[in-house]
């Protein structure tokens, strides 16, 4: 029971980051994909360097245990991920600022959000039988992670993940990486 008190706050708390960084306003999200404004790329990759950090860390103290991993489809990852991405592209909603924006009462988040999950989750479930199992045949690399599939130290894995999203950071705010607003 506790784990759902916990889950419940941390999703109460990153829906409220959200909301107070600007991330559930239309705009920002569709500012993404036109690469004028990357503070939704920042933000979460924010949380990543931030997330990655404190579950290695709690492992390596031995507080955590990580749970098996599922397998990885690279094939189903792609097509996954580009659905994912023209939807939210379209839309100019994902999931987090979908939920933290209807925490706000927006019918304009509230209903399109819901939704949006109840046709994804029932063409998933209506095309899962059929769909699975070729695409699980193509490109499975098994139930891995990023540092056991490179052969690497999670620590390390962490710190240049860490340096590398700095650097992105850097390129976007001091070397202009995003385009410029047309006024």
């Avoid at 993404?32 to 404004?37: E, I, N, S, Y």
């Avoid at 063409?123 to 699980?136: D, R």
Wanted: glycine residues 12%; contains cysteine; hydrophobic residues 55%.
């Amino acid at each position: 029971m506790s784990t759902y008190i916990i889950a419940l706050f941390l999703g109460v708390f990153f829906g409220f980051a959200l909301n107070k960084a600007g991330l559930t306003k239309y705009h920002k999200i569709v500012n993404v994909f036109r690469l004028t404004d990357l503070a939704v790329l920042k933000f979460m990759m924010t949380a990543l360097i931030v997330s990655m950090s404190g579950l290695y860390l709690l492992r390596g103290l031995g507080l955590i245990t990580f749970p098996n991993v599922p397998a990885t489809y690279i094939a189903g990852n792609v097509i996954g991920g580009l659905i994912f991405g023209v939807g939210m592209a379209l839309s100019g909603f994902c999931p987090g600022t979908c939920a933290a924006g209807s925490g706000e009462g927006k019918l304009d988040y509230l209903i399109p959000g819901v939704l949006g999950f109840l046709v994804g989750a029932a063409l998933y479930g209506l095309t899962y039988p059929q769909v699975f199992p070729a695409i699980s045949a193509i490109a499975n690399v098994g139930n891995v992670v990023i540092p056991d599939l490179w052969n690497l130290s999670p620590f390390f894995t962490v710190v240049l993940f860490a340096v590398l999203s700095i650097f992105l950071f850097y390129l976007i705010d001091r070397a202009g990486l995003h385009r410029k607003d047309r006024a």
